[in-house]
C-alpha cells in the first residue's frame, strides 16, 4: 500500500507521503551493515528508481524542481552502481544457465561462474564506504525539499499530464526499437516500460483488478527487456575480456543470440498489446476509473 496513491485522499499531501516514504526506505537500506551492503544497494537502488518515476508523473507541476531532485537521484545511484552491476552480471549468467542446464552444468562453465563471481567481489570492495555517508547525506536534503515541491492541481489533475508524456514516451520508444532493434533503443524502451509500471502500480486504486493485471505483464516485459539487456553486456564482457570466458566464447554467443532473439519477440509481442491506446485515450479511460474510485471511496467514508 506504500508505493500507491489514494483516490479520495488530497493528491499533492499523497504525493509528498509517498515520496517521503521511498527516500527513508532508502536510507535505511544504505545503512544496512557491511555484509549486507550489496542487499541494501540493491534494495536503495530500488526505491530511487520508484522515486524517480514519481517525478515523472509529476513532472509538469514540479517545473524547474523536476531536474534538481531527478538528477540528485541519478547521481547518487549512479554512485553505487558498481556493487550492484557486479551482481547483475552474475544473475545473468544464472538466467542464461536456466536455459541450457546441460552445457552450464560442466565443470568449465562452473569455473566461468566462479571467475564472475570473483570479479564481482572484487568490483564491489572498490566502493569508497565514505561514499554511503555521501549519499544519505544527499538523501536527507532530497527529504527537505518535499515539503517545498510546487504541487499545483487537484486529484487526477496532478499527474495527468506526466501519464500522458510518460505512456507517449514508450510508444515512441517501442516504435524506434522496432525499426531497429539494437542495443540503445532496446535499453531506453525498457527504462519507458518501466515508468508505465511505476505510474500503474502508483494508479493502482483506480481499478485494482484491471490495473494489477497490467502491472504483471508490463513487469513480464520489462523482465524481458532487462534480460536481454544483461545479455548484452556479457556479450560486451567477452570482447573485453576474454580471459573471463576462456575457449567457451562461441559457443556462448551463439546461445546469446538464441535466447536475445526470444526474448525480443516475446517482448515486441507483448509491448503491441501494451501500447494500444492512444496517449490520450489511456488517460481519459483512467481518468474515469480515477473518477469512480474516488466517488466510491467518498462514500465509503461517510458511511464509516
Keep these: 500500500m506504500g508505493y500507491r496513491l489514494k483516490p479520495h485522499k488530497n493528491a499533492a499531501k499523497d504525493v509528498r507521503r509517498i515520496a517521503r516514504d521511498r527516500l527513508e526506505r532508502a536510507i535505511e537500506a544504505l545503512r544496512s551493515p557491511p555484509d549486507e551492503r550489496d542487499k541494501g544497494v540493491h534494495q536503495a537502488r530500488k526505491r530511487f528508481k520508484e522515486q524517480r518515476a514519481l517525478l515523472r508523473l509529476i513532472r509538469r507541476p514540479l517545473g524547474k524542481c523536476y531536474a534538481v531532485e531527478n538528477r540528485r537521484l541519478r ?166 575480456e576474454p580471459e573471463l570466458f576462456a575457449d567457451q566464447i562461441e559457443p556462448l554467443q551463439r546461445l546469446i543470440a538464441e535466447r536475445r532473439k526470444a526474448l525480443r519477440d516475446d517482448a515486441f509481442t507483448l509491448g503491441r498489446r501494451l501500447y494500444a491506446d492512444s496517449p490520450s485515450a489511456l488517460v481519459k479511460r483512467w481518468q474515469r476509473y480515477w473518477s469512480l474510485a474516488r466517488c466510491e471511496g467518498q462514500a465509503a467514508s461517510r458511511e464509516d
Design 75 to 240: 547521481d547518487v545511484g549512479r554512485s553505487l552502481s558498481a556493487l550492484r552491476d557486479a551482481a547483475a552480471m552474475v544473475e545473468g549468467w544464472d538466467a542464461l544457465a536456466s536455459h541450457a542446464p546441460a552445457l552450464f552444468g560442466r565443470p568449465s562453465y562452473a569455473r566461468i561462474r566462479q571467475r564472475l563471481v570473483e570479479r564481482g567481489s572484487s568490483g564491489g570492495a572498490q566502493i569508497d564506504p565514505a561514499l554511503f555517508e555521501q549519499a544519505i547525506g544527499e538523501l536527507d536534503e532530497a527529504l527537505g525539499a518535499i515539503e517545498h515541491w510546487p504541487l499545483s492541481g487537484k486529484g487526477f489533475g496532478l499527474f495527468e499530464r506526466g501519464l500522458e508524456d510518460s505512456y507517449r514516451a514508450g510508444r515512441r520508444a517501442l516504435a524506434a526499437a522496432r525499426r531497429d532493434p539494437n542495443d540503445e533503443n532496446l535499453h531506453e524502451w525498457r527504462k519507458r516500460v518501466k515508468d508505465q509500471w511505476y505510474h500503474t502500480r502508483l494508479l493502482l486504486s483506480a481499478w485494482p483488478a484491471m490495473m494489477r493485471a497490467r502491472c504483471g505483464l508490463l513487469e513480464e516485459l520489462a523482465e524481458a527487456l532487462g534480460h536481454d539487456h544483461d545479455l548484452a553486456v556479457m556479450s560486451q564482457l567477452m570482447d573485453d
